[in-house]
């Protein structure tokens, strides 16, 4: 389902142009800003990202938020590409959870 629906922006009228459109305008410049972040922040990434080179990706974030104000910690999903939240669920919210546990930020539940 998530494929069919990630596809739809692809069949709809005007989308090359509008991509083209977009790419040339530059885009969000969203690693400019990054710097700015003042909070802790997890990176998950899926060991086996087809899209873009997930060590690299992830070396920069901790670099460059290191050099802020921000602490970033790392967490890697096997067996999983670029989307981990859609290609593994259960693996990636239990990273989430862990994280946000350990930082006081969600009570623990007895089982």
């Not at 969203?30 to 899926?46: A, D, H, N, T, Y």
């Not at 873009?52 to 096997?78: C, F, I, K």
């Amino acid at each position: 389902d998530a494929m069919r629906i990630g596809r739809l922006s692809v069949l709809t009228e005007g989308w090359a142009d509008s991509t083209v459109d977009y790419m040339l305008s530059g885009g969000i410049a969203v690693s400019e800003r990054i710097k700015e972040l003042s909070m802790p922040v997890l990176g998950i990434f899926g060991r086996q990202d087809g899209i873009v080179e997930p060590a690299p990706v992830a070396d920069r974030l901790v670099r460059e938020l290191s050099s802020g104000n921000s602490h970033v910690d790392v967490r890697w999903v096997e067996d999983c590409g670029h989307v981990p939240h859609l290609e593994q669920p259960a693996d990636t919210a239990g990273l989430l959870t862990e994280w946000l546990q350990q930082r006081g930020l969600l009570e623990t539940t007895a089982a």
